[in-house]
Each structure stands twice: as structure tokens, then as C-alpha cells.
């Protein structure tokens, strides 16, 4: 039995037929399924524009499903249970007069959460109708980014879900928040004394955030030439975890206690100025080269590519945070598109000893680092020096990691998908793992301050290889600090 209280609802899913729902929610929802997180009254309702019932689209919905589900995880009983919870229900989500067959459609006395997977252009026309049917006062909403494509815009999409919606019934998507490292970096660092006692400046020289992805653009052609690399990712995900990194412990685990601790961090987030630029943040865009040996196009190459277009697909930057416990830490933070590998991993570099009593040549090893891995294997990992074993060795120093493996040390237990845990919390209606309004503001203002910067420069993005890690500034950008980026060699 699970350890949770399953609670029961309805899933209005906006947007049923579209890729994220197809790829990511259904089989999501579908293992909540096989683990018996979804109460027997819970309901699954598609809304799309297609036309069709729910009979007409439930053969697409398997087949899509069945190519999500591993063979191992697929199980027929569970499937059959699951489409008994599914119905479809054609609509146009701007139209007022679709709404009375949804409100119909929706059983008494259940709370709802409707799932927007839609543009966010048309979140407030949602809210306007759900409200006028009389539905949203037992609805919670769930909004996938992108919020805006900067402060101002990101306000007047968070102020037409507010007319309709207070903040407590409101649950804006980051799927980094729903992965299981991000989880255990509240327990890892505020349950251990072994780590929050070092947790600053006193002892820590540097953080790294990498978010290396293998792909292009995958058909986001129209969005990602308008968003970049730095609205896309470093706006939401990589400004998400410096804030579970840097932010001081919470007084609770409440959602608002932590979400306070993080909007702490953002607010003192040092302004790169513009003279700065140069030095602390990197630009790049992809040229043709090759991934796992297979030669790929380049950026402007791409299928119905802007020839013209000035969007990085590369963003490394130095950021400073002004506060007493990260005053002289500079975290690297780094993503890109087309790189090496698919990695996303925090690296903590902790200060070398004061006082060193080993053979001078052995001291550039001299250094612990903490390796929190999110994907592709989820982890963590503590390296420390030790002697090196054999009588012939004297005092050789060797680099050896203590490990912990989610999918090897938790072999009875998969490891289960961000958007599964982000799911059952909505359905549970709890809010700590998702972001608070303010959390976006502050987020969009620091990065409005940097694309400004960038335009008045007028710089185009520098080349870099696709298969390369980011053009060759980005190594500049760490080395002129005396560092390079962990795992590049």
C-alpha cells in the first residue's frame, strides 16, 4: 500500500492530444496507475480541439502510451483499469459556449485540477471560462512554462490566472522540481550536519550547474528562436536549483516556507553589468558537426531555420549571490543544446586544507568535490582523497568517490518521473515542489537585466561544434578564475 493519503479528483487535461501530454502526463498518470497512487474515483478527462469521442481516440492514446511505457512496466490489467478513467471531450478552450458540456462533463463534489498544456497565451481565457461555469472554486490550476517571454509579459499572464484563481490554488510546472536528486537536496544538505555546517564560504570555493542536452531544436523551431537558450532553460530550471543549492534552511517544510527561502536567493542575485558581459557570460549558437558519430546540421541548417537568426543555443555565465553565506562564491552555470552528452549535475568544490603535509606534486589532487547527478543516472556522489593501497606506495594519494546510485542502491524501487511526483502532489494539493509567483518575477527581472545588456552590445552568439561543449569562451570564462568545468576531459 503506498505510504501517501490517495485523494480523489478530476484531471482535466487541456491540450489531451499535444506532444507533452502524449509523451510525459498520460504515462505519468498511467504509472501513478500501476502503483495504486490513483483513487478508484479519480477521472482523466481529454480536451482537445480534434474532433471525435472518447472511443474515436483512445487506440492513438494506447499506442502512444505503449511507446512511452517500458515493455518491462506495461501491465494489461492495469491499462484496462486505466482507460476506464479516460474520456475525451471536444472543445474550443476560448469559446464560452464549450464550457456548459464541460461543467456536465465534470462529476459533482470532486475537486478538479485542470492541467493547462496549452500556450500560456490562452491560461487566462481558460481560467475566465472555468470561472464562469462555476467550477473554479473547487479547481486547482497547473501551468507549464514558459510564463512570458519576460517580466512584463510573465505579469500579465500570472494577473489573468489571479483574477480567477487565488495563489494557494495555483501550480506553476518546473519538472526539475519533480526529479528525485532535486527532492533529496533538502534532506541531503539540511539533514546532515556533516554538510550544512560547511555549506558557505568558509568552505566551499565553487559551484557548477551543467544542463547539456544532445538534441537540436526537435521541431520547436517558432518557439526556441524567439525564446533562446537563456529564456528557455536558465530562467526556470538552472535558477531553480541555484535557489535549492544557495537558499538557507527553511523554517519548515512548508511550501511557502521553502518558496520564501528561494525568493532570498533571487532577490540577491548580483545585476551582471553591461561592462561585464564579456567576461562573465558566453553566448553560442551550433554548427554542423557530429553526435555519437552521426553528422547533425548546424543551428541556421535546421528545418525551417531563420537563416539570419541571433538565438543562442549556448548560455555560460558567472553568477555572484550578495549575501553573508556565498559572499567570494562564484557559481558557473552552463547549458546548451547539441552537446556531448545529455547531463545535467551539480558540482560542489569544497576548499583545500589550509595546511598540507603531502609531497608537493600531489597537491593539484587536493580537492573534494560533491557531484549531485539528475540525469541520466541519478545520484550522488562524494570524492575524498585516500592512500593508495600497496606497500610500495608510501603516502600516494589517490581521488576515489563515495557513491550513491538511486537506480543501483534502490533496486526494488524505480526511479520514478519528475512529472509523476509533480502529478500526485497536485492531486494531493501540495504546493512545495511548485513555483510561487514572485519566484518568476524575480527570476524574469535578474535575466531582462542581462538581455538588455546583450542587445546593446548587439553581439552575435559565437560558433561552437555541435558535439563540443560551447564555444571556446566558455572554458576562458571559468580558467580566467583559475577553475575548468568538471568532467570535460
Known amino acids: 500500500m503506498p505510504d501517501v493519503r490517495v485523494l480523489p479528483c478530476t484531471l482535466a487535461l487541456f491540450g489531451a492530444l499535444g506532444d507533452l501530454a502524449l509523451r510525459k502526463l498520460i504515462p505519468a498518470l498511467y504509472q501513478l496507475d500501476r502503483e495504486g497512487l490513483l483513487h478508484a474515483d479519480t477521472r482523466i478527462l481529454g480536451l482537445a480541439r480534434e474532433e471525435g469521442d472518447t472511443a474515436a481516440h483512445l487506440p492513438a492514446i494506447e499506442k502512444r502510451l505503449r511507446l512511452a511505457v517500458p515493455a518491462r512496466e506495461w501491465d494489461d490489467?492495469?491499462?484496462?483499469?486505466?482507460?476506464?478513467?479516460?474520456?475525451?471531450?471536444?472543445?474550443?478552450?476560448?469559446?464560452?459556449?464549450?464550457?456548459?458540456?464541460?461543467?456536465?462533463?465534470?462529476?459533482?463534489?470532486?475537486?478538479?485540477?485542470?492541467?493547462?498544456?496549452?500556450?500560456?497565451?490562452?491560461?487566462?481565457?481558460?481560467?475566465?471560462?472555468?470561472?464562469?461555469?462555476?467550477?473554479?472554486?473547487?479547481?486547482?490550476?497547473?501551468?507549464?512554462?514558459?510564463?512570458?517571454?519576460?517580466?512584463?509579459?510573465?505579469?500579465?499572464?500570472?494577473?489573468?490566472?489571479?483574477?480567477?484563481?487565488?495563489?494557494?490554488?495555483?501550480?506553476?510546472?518546473?519538472?526539475?522540481?519533480?526529479?528525485?536528486?532535486?527532492?533529496?537536496?533538502?534532506?541531503?544538505?539540511?539533514?546532515?550536519?556533516?554538510?550544512?555546517?560547511?555549506?558557505?564560504?568558509?568552505?566551499?570555493?565553487?559551484?557548477?550547474?551543467?544542463?547539456?542536452?544532445?538534441?537540436?531544436?526537435?521541431?520547436?523551431?517558432?518557439?526556441?528562436?524567439?525564446?533562446?537558450?537563456?529564456?528557455?532553460?536558465?530562467?526556470?530550471?538552472?535558477?531553480?536549483?541555484?535557489?535549492?543549492?544557495?537558499?538557507?534552511?527553511?523554517?519548515?517544510?512548508?511550501?511557502?516556507?521553502?518558496?520564501?527561502?528561494?525568493?532570498?536567493?533571487?532577490?540577491?542575485?548580483?545585476?551582471?553589468?553591461?561592462?561585464?558581459?564579456?567576461?562573465?557570460?558566453?553566448?553560442?549558437?551550433?554548427?554542423?558537426?557530429?553526435?555519437?558519430?552521426?553528422?547533425?546540421?548546424?543551428?541556421?541548417?535546421?528545418?525551417?531555420?531563420?537563416?539570419?537568426?541571433?538565438?543562442?543555443?549556448?548560455?555560460?555565465?558567472?553568477?555572484?549571490?550578495?549575501?553573508?553565506?556565498?559572499?567570494?562564491?562564484?557559481?558557473?552555470?552552463?547549458?546548451?543544446?547539441?552537446?556531448?552528452?545529455?547531463?545535467?549535475?551539480?558540482?560542489?568544490?569544497?576548499?583545500?586544507?589550509p595546511h598540507y603535509i603531502f609531497a608537493p606534486e600531489q597537491r593539484s589532487l587536493i580537492s573534494n568535490r560533491l557531484i549531485i547527478r539528475l540525469q541520466p543516472d541519478e545520484g550522488i556522489s562524494l570524492q575524498v582523497m585516500t592512500k593508495d593501497q600497496g606497500l610500495g606506495k608510501g603516502m600516494q594519494l589517490r581521488t576515489g568517490p563515495l557513491q550513491l546510485s538511486f537506480s543501483e542502491t534502490f533496486q526494488a524501487a524505480r526511479v520514478p518521473d519528475a512529472y509523476e511526483r509533480l502529478l500526485l502532489e497536485v492531486m494531493q494539493g501540495n504546493q512545495y515542489l511548485f513555483v510561487r509567483k514572485d519566484e518568476v518575477e524575480f527570476a524574469w527581472k535578474w535575466c531582462d537585466h542581462l538581455i538588455a545588456g546583450w542587445e546593446r552590445l548587439g553581439e552575435a552568439p559565437k560558433p561552437y561544434p555541435a558535439g563540443t561543449w560551447g564555444p571556446q569562451a566558455a572554458v576562458a570564462l571559468i580558467a580566467r578564475d583559475g577553475k575548468d568545468w568538471y568532467g570535460d576531459h
Not at 260 to 284: M, N, S, W
Not at 335 to 351: A, C, D, E
Request: aromatic share 10%.
Open 77 to 353: 490489467a492495469v491499462w484496462a483499469r486505466f482507460r476506464e478513467r479516460l474520456g475525451y471531450l471536444s472543445m474550443d478552450f476560448l469559446d464560452p459556449q464549450s464550457y456548459p458540456t464541460l461543467r456536465d462533463a465534470l462529476p459533482g463534489g470532486l475537486p478538479v485540477v485542470a492541467y493547462f498544456a496549452t500556450p500560456a497565451s490562452v491560461y487566462g481565457g481558460i481560467c475566465e471560462n472555468l470561472a464562469a461555469i462555476g467550477v473554479a472554486e473547487r479547481t486547482r490550476v497547473v501551468l507549464e512554462k514558459p510564463i512570458g517571454h519576460d517580466l512584463a509579459s510573465s505579469r500579465e499572464v500570472n494577473d489573468a490566472v489571479a483574477r480567477f484563481f487565488p495563489e494557494n490554488r495555483i501550480y506553476r510546472i518546473d519538472h526539475y522540481l519533480g526529479k528525485e536528486t532535486v527532492q533529496n537536496l533538502i534532506a541531503l544538505r539540511f539533514a546532515n550536519s556533516l554538510f550544512e555546517t560547511q555549506w558557505n564560504q568558509n568552505h566551499i570555493s565553487h559551484v557548477e550547474i551543467t544542463v547539456a542536452e544532445k538534441v537540436g531544436i526537435e521541431g520547436r523551431w517558432g518557439y526556441f528562436d524567439q525564446a533562446g537558450q537563456l529564456r528557455d532553460m536558465v530562467q526556470n530550471h538552472l535558477l531553480q536549483l541555484l535557489c535549492l543549492i544557495a537558499m538557507d534552511p527553511p523554517s519548515d517544510l512548508s511550501a511557502d516556507s521553502i518558496r520564501d527561502e528561494k525568493v532570498k536567493v533571487l532577490r540577491a542575485l548580483e545585476p551582471i553589468p553591461p561592462e561585464q558581459l564579456a567576461t562573465r557570460v558566453v553566448r553560442g549558437q551550433y554548427t554542423a558537426g557530429f553526435i555519437d558519430g552521426k553528422a547533425v546540421p548546424g543551428y541556421l541548417e535546421e528545418e525551417h531555420a531563420n537563416r539570419r537568426s541571433g538565438a543562442e543555443t549556448f548560455v555560460s555565465l558567472r553568477v555572484d549571490i550578495r549575501n553573508w553565506r556565498w559572499s567570494g562564491v562564484p557559481f558557473y552555470l552552463r547549458t546548451g543544446k547539441r552537446m556531448p552528452q545529455k547531463l545535467s549535475q551539480i558540482v560542489i568544490h569544497f576548499k583545500e586544507p
